[in-house]
């Protein structure tokens, strides 16, 4: 049996086609262009296999709840010429398949999840950050998702701004300097001119960002007591992470046990950003055999 997953990202599609055991069978990305032309290819590409079910998991915001007539549509995301699209509608023409829907951070986190639960390690609780273009993150409780007026948005919570980083006023369009604004991948070229990857990790920024970074996970300690936070995106690296543990160790200061640090705050147990397109394979049988 073949099942299908759409990564949705602002900069490109990732598409794939596996079986019931996870296992990746064909997979291609392309770019994001224009909603016709990017969904066209999705189309294309899926009509090749006899897939019995579908998962997207999509960049937002986007429509969670099924009795509304938006379900399904990416809804204002400052994306150009994205915003109120029908997706799944678009999708839903060209197969009449079952379809589940979700955020692309959703999908991670799903991922993850399955993934702990196949090498009996399960996590019953997780939270997934994406820090790259954006930053987003999706939580799992039990085996389901966070949110039920729509998908979380922990992107976009306000922080103590850090004393040496007064002066920068972020770069999020809708609140400026929330997390997104403060730690996404353009802030490098927003704060030092230059690219992120040209930006040495000994700098200080760093320093900065991983304050910013230790912040969110530990305001999503205390209010979810999750069994780990994985992290995950073009800026996060281990080097990183080290930054952001000790940050978050003199955050918390001991107020409650979260175990080892190191299996607490953690890089994607899947390789190769490969965390949403298992989700999409686990959340594609899930809707199939509801």
Avoid at 8 to 20: I, L, P, Q, R, S
Wanted: negative net charge.
């Amino acid at each position: 049996m073949l099942l299908g997953s759409v990564e949705a990202g602002g900069t490109k599609f990732v598409c794939a086609v596996g079986d019931e055991n996870y296992r990746t069978k064909d997979i291609v990305s392309f770019p994001t262009t224009t909603p016709a032309e990017t969904l066209q290819k999705t189309i294309d590409y899926f009509r090749q296999f006899d897939i019995k079910a579908l998962s997207v998991a999509s960049f937002g915001p986007i429509q969670l709840r099924r009795n509304d007539p938006k379900y399904g549509y990416i809804t204002n995301t400052p994306k150009p010429n994205w915003a109120d699209t029908d997706f799944i509608g678009t999708l839903k023409k060209a197969f009449d398949i079952p379809m589940f829907w979700t955020t692309d951070v959703n999908g991670s986190a799903y991922g993850e999840y399955v993934m702990s639960t196949l090498t009996n390690e399960r996590i019953n609780s997780l939270v997934y950050y994406t820090i790259g273009t954006g930053v987003g993150a999706g939580a799992i409780i039990d085996g389901d998702f966070l949110g039920e007026m729509g998908h979380p948005e922990m992107g976009h919570v306000r922080l103590k701004r850090h004393p040496d980083d007064l002066d920068f006023k972020g770069i999020c369009p809708f609140h400026g300097d929330c997390l997104e604004g403060l730690v996404a991948g353009p802030t490098f070229e927003a704060r030092t001119g230059k690219p992120g990857k040209e930006v040495p990790l000994t700098d200080h920024v760093w320093d900065i960002m991983a304050y910013y970074v230790a912040q969110a996970a530990l305001q999503v300690t205390l209010i979810m007591r999750p069994g780990k936070i994985i992290f995950g995106g073009g800026v996060v690296s281990e080097t990183f992470l080290k930054k952001v543990r000790q940050q978050f160790s003199e955050l918390l200061n001991d107020y409650v046990n979260v175990g080892n640090l190191d299996d607490y705050i953690a890089m994607p147990a899947i390789k190769h950003n490969g965390s949403a397109t298992l989700g999409n394979f686990a959340l594609a049988l899930r809707e199939l055999q509801a």
